[in-house]
């Protein structure tokens, strides 16, 4: 029997490999502290621990328990806005928790420690994105996980660990949180129109990205580990078309069928353009880019599971460490 650890697998992306995991016939252990996941997501067929990946007794204790083929790590806090203002938390859990998992890897000789990074390791960068660029990130998150890929290529030098880095980049669909504040475009986009609030847009929205649906992110993830050319790679992984914010706004709304105004908020520090290219994936997978979903049939899907599973509300992060040139709408 295969039996894989999924750690976030409460959370959005998480949820969805399990359910790819579970019908490859795998046995699913869930780490997931529910921080921004949640226990209606994890599958009854999976065994679920609530835990903290910077527990590193628990860690150690699952690993030696349950003897895991794979791992699958998901589990981040991927606000990558809010990182610059919660510095120490962080690298705490982006960072620290991660080795945690990378040392019981090593120790418990797991076969593939399965990665996702992000698309902010490369910063402000060539355009289209391509692995073989020099990663330059400009937030503390983008740093925390490039760190993570560094560590995994030294650790499968030194001892053999093999791993599959995946880059994916603004991942939409059923089970988002459309509640978190800090992060997911699309999800606070939704989340504002349920509730008929302004939908709210930093600078001037011409900054753009290409949006990616969970579907074509998801599985390809969770069957990696059976992909030889995957082994000991980095992958960007999401969609090739990239749209501004201002476009994105117009396509919820008719997907939606709502008009709701929009209301522009002073710029914020963050990457203006950002897509990737994904040639090297499509190779190694087998991708045909006309399966890949086009962006107003993925959001129509994510709009019918938000619209029959309703707003949820949004909460303030409660420790932020740092006040200076934090947006005024995080404050509130």
């Known amino acids: 029997m295969i039996k894989s650890l ?3 697998g409460a959370g959005f992306i998480g949820t969805h ?4 995991l579970l019908q490859m016939g795998h046995e699913i252990v869930i780490l997931d502290d529910l921080s921004g996941g949640f226990i209606e997501n994890v599958d009854s067929r999976a065994t679920f621990v609530q835990g903290s990946i910077t527990d590193v007794a628990l860690v150690a204790d699952l690993f030696k328990h349950h003897q895991f083929t794979y791992v699958y790590h998901l589990a981040a806090y991927a606000a990558e806005g809010l ?6 938390f962080n690298y705490q859990n982006n960072v620290m928790g991660s080795i945690h ?3 019981a890897a090593i120790q418990h000789e797991i076969k593939c420690f399965v990665f996702t990074s992000s698309i902010a390791v490369y910063g402000t960068n060539t355009l289209p994105m391509v692995e ?3 990663p330059k990130p400009e937030d503390p998150y983008g740093i925390a996980k490039y760190a993570i890929e560094l560590d995994l290529e030294a650790a499968h030098n030194l001892f053999g660990l093999n791993y599959v880095i995946f880059r994916p980049h603004n991942v939409y669909g059923e089970f988002q949180n459309i509640g978190d504040r800090y992060r997911n475009v699309i999800g606070i986009f939704m989340n504002q129109i349920l509730q008929n609030k302004a939908l709210t847009i930093y600078g001037d929205g011409e900054q753009s990205r290409a949006f990616s649906y969970i579907d074509d992110v998801a599985p390809y993830i969770a069957r990696c580990v059976d992909v030889v050319a995957a082994q000991n790679e980095i992958f960007n992984i999401g969609g090739d078309q990239s749209f501004s914010v201002n476009q994105l706004a117009q396509t919820i ?3 939606m069928q709502k008009e709701i105004p929009i209301e522009y908020l002073a710029h914020r520090k963050e990457v203006v353009h950002a897509y990737a290219d994904h040639s090297k994936i499509k190779a190694a997978f087998n991708i045909q880019e006309s399966t890949l979903t086009p962006l107003e049939e993925g959001l129509a899907k994510m709009a ?3 619209q029959k599973h309703g707003t949820r509300k949004t909460k303030a992060f409660e420790a932020i ?5 934090l947006p005024q709408n995080w404050l509130s």
């Open 253 to 255: 709304l008719k997907v």
């Open 101 to 103: 998992l990378i040392n």
């Open 132 to 134: 073989q660029a020099t």
């Open 83 to 88: 990182s610059h203002f919660i510095r120490r």
């Open 6 to 8: 999924v750690t976030g």
């Open 304 to 306: 019918l599971w938000v």
């Open 17 to 20: 490999v399990v359910k790819h």
């Open 321 to 325: 460490e740092i006040f200076k040139n």
